[in-house]
């Protein structure tokens, strides 16, 4: 059996086109004029090696599932263009979230795009005081836009809020105690858990009440003459019904006056505006929580502000000094970049009224249904036309969400396209159009694939014909060297297992 076994994959390593023979090919040779040889080169060597490992672990089986000459040449046609493209692919949110963290949460408003452009080609006045000529401070580009919106005192960025927090709790919690709630014990995805930035900023966390009720006395009884700090996280990806209470910021600075401490809080998303005002669901502010008497307030830039990545920190001059003086503060600062993305954004919010204008976050999420519905209609005909072949395409109405854990629960009325496939299974359906050019992203749901049109911009429905158009043709997916397309079972006529990797 073993033996019969190992000649048999001895014959199927004997098809394996030779390296030498790919780079002979017409198309191989080509790729060698317009791109770096060796690059071209390297490419082919490793393609082929993948085919053999495919093999050895058993993904290939049979002679007539082993790639062709052509079906390599392909591979590194298509490989080779997508990372020499001038930028990161641009990829179709057709999943319906709109801050979605794998295809990097907002997308920028233009004011920030031109801000990016001008500042990323030139020189810029980063970090230096055009008065003096010495060294100014570079946050300096969007404290007094902070200040304006926030109502604090002061600003500091940093690369993301993870940083913001960790910063925060080791300037001040170093050695010493630090009291938060257990109801406030989050995970924000996946590698952000409060109790371990707690203890690797050094802080020793004192917690306090339960999961679901926590009083002013709880908090009253934990203070010591070591305690430093307060933390109140907003639990912003998960949200408690019924029987529940926690403590306000307001209550908490009755008790952090009378001892001389301060109150530390991420509040996560960052919203500048009250999100009611669109008849959306509250979402906690960052001027209210100034307002309010939080010391520092921590939030993410890309989240509903809809920025870059980074992580913002407004409050307390003299709090904001002391960050600025830790010396993680040269591991966490950014570039040029950012700033002045950041200051491209910020902008926006001091004219809420025409955020839904102006910023394409606050366009998506308030996209009236009628014109959700339109584009919807439109996105179905397109695929009716190009794939009805192959696909039952609908028109549902069904909900988008926030994501990044803003608006948790709370999801938003839209219209989806919905496809089933004769003969792929959603998930390969759904792998197929994120292989794509430009690859487009859905979810799935009830067995069907689902095209949100809320995250769809106008001007992209007509990208999607190339989508669907390059899935009637043959596919190659050389993540398992399985071939498949609208038109042919792949079931029937090659191996491969169905579960591909999902990254909605
Ligand atoms: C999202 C979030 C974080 C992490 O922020 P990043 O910008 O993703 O690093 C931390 N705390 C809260 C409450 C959050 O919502």
Redesign the pocket.
Known sequence: MNNKIQSEKHTLFSKIPAVEKLLQLETVRKLCEEYPENYVHSLARRVVEDVRTAISSGSITSVDTIPSMDDLAQWIEDHIKTEMSPKLMRAINGAGVILHTGLGRAPLAKSAQDALRETAARYAILATDRESGKRGDRNRHVVEMLKELTGAEDALVVN???AA?MLALNTFGDGREAIVSRGELVE??GA?RVPDVMARSGSIMVEVGTTNKTHLRDYENAITDQTAYILK??T??YRIEGFHQDVSIRDLKTLTEKHGLIILH?I??GAMVDLRKWGLTYEPTVPEAIADGADVVTF?G??LLGGPQC?VIVGRKDLIDKMKRNPLMRAFRVDKLILSALNGTLKLFLDPDKLPETHPVYAMMNAPMDNVKRRAQRIKRMIRDVAGEFLEVELETSYSEMG??ALPARPIPTYVVTLIAHKLSPTRLASSLRMSNPPLFTRIEDEKVIIDARTIADDEVRLLKDVFQQCTNVRFAPEHWIKWDLSVDPDSTKSGSDELPAIG
Request: net charge negative; glycine share 20%.
């Open positions: 993301n809020n993870s927090v924000i995805g952000f996280v907003h912003s990806n991420d996560g998303s993410s890309d989240k992580g990044s854990g």
